[in-house]
Nanobody
C-alpha cells in the first residue's frame, strides 16, 4: 500500500508561484509518479508525470513551460514547482502513484492517491 500526502497549496495572486510537495511511503520509489488537478465542476486532469529516474517527464499543454515536476527518491518526495500561475490553475491538486515503473498516458495507471491540496489563484 502506497501512502501519499500533499502539502504546499495556498492562495496566491496571478503571476505568483507555489511549490507543492508530496510525501510518499517507501514503496512508491519504484513507480511512475504524477500530479493531477480538479477544478470545481470539471473533470480531473493530468498535469504532469515523471518516471522513476526523473529523466522523462510529461506536462499538459496548459502548464508546459510554467510547471516543473521533480522527485527525490532518496527522500521519497515528489514536487511540483508552479510559476506564472493563472486563475485557471485554481483547483485541488493530487499526487498519484502508478502501478508501473514506466509512465504511460492512461490515467487509470495511477492507483494510489493523496487527499489533495487546494490551490487558489486570484486575478
Amino acid at each position: 500500500q502506497v501512502q501519499l500526502v500533499e502539502s504546499g497549496g495556498g492562495s496566491v495572486q496571478a503571476g505568483g508561484s507555489l511549490r507543492l510537495s508530496c510525501a510518499a511511503s517507501e514503496s512508491s520509489t519504484n513507480r511512475c509518479m504524477g500530479w493531477f488537478r480538479q477544478a470545481p465542476g470539471k473533470e480531473r486532469e493530468a498535469v504532469a508525470r515523471i518516471d522513476v529516474g526523473g529523466s522523462n517527464t510529461y506536462y499538459s499543454d496548459s502548464v508546459k513551460g510554467r510547471f516543473t515536476i521533480t522527485r527525490d527518491n532518496a527522500k521519497n518526495m515528489l514536487y511540483l514547482q508552479m510559476n506564472s500561475l493563472k486563475p485557471e490553475d485554481t483547483g485541488m491538486y493530487y499526487c498519484a502513484a502508478s502501478r508501473f515503473i514506466l509512465c504511460g498516458a492512461d490515467p487509470a495507471d495511477f492507483v494510489y492517491w493523496g487527499p489533495g491540496t487546494q490551490v487558489t489563484v486570484s486575478s
